[in-house]
């Protein structure tokens, strides 16, 4: 926060015109930091690129356990008519999300790049589900 008010672009509205454009990028750059680090999802993306890992798109994960709940999360998420029902279906899949999220911080922590391409891949379809979920949230 202290970053994006010191180069905020109005602290340099009264100086020359590089040192504003510097200060408008420099602000662009820091605000976009600042939402990576922000969320989950992208701040793991972010630290396997950093660690040399390629996280392609279309990664596919092998564990069909975890692929039927995710298809059967889906379909009651679109069967979904009543508030209360889709409020249960958001704290199941927020359950799951941060237990993800904690196992992402063990397989960070212990250098486990492996196993955390793995479970950004899970953390992405639970992002999904969730951004689902908020999108019928709003519509009922």
Same mark, same amino acid.
């Given at each position: ?12 509205? %009264? ?17 976009e930091a600042y939402e990576t680090l922000k969320h ?71 250098? %486990? ?20 979920? %908020?999108?019928k949230l709003h519509v009922t």
């Amino acid at each position: 926060k202290k970053l994006q008010q010191d180069h905020h672009p109005d602290q340099f509205a %009264n100086k020359p015109k590089d040192e504003f454009e510097r200060a408008v990028s420099m602000s662009s750059s820091i605000n976009e930091a600042y939402e990576t680090l922000k969320h989950p999802l992208h701040r793991a993306r972010y630290m396997l690129e950093i660690g040399g890992v390629c996280m392609a798109e279309g990664h596919i994960i092998h564990n069909e356990q975890f692929l039927s709940k995710i298809m059967e999360m889906q379909e009651r998420v679109e069967a979904a008519s009543e508030q209360k029902e889709i409020l249960g279906l958001f704290q199941e899949v927020e359950d799951l999300y941060v237990d993800c999220v904690e196992e992402l911080s063990e397989a960070f922590a212990q250098d %486990n790049y492996g196993s955390a391409k793995e479970k950004v891949t899970k953390l992405s379809y639970l992002d999904t589900i969730r951004t689902r979920i %908020n999108a019928k949230l709003h519509v009922t």
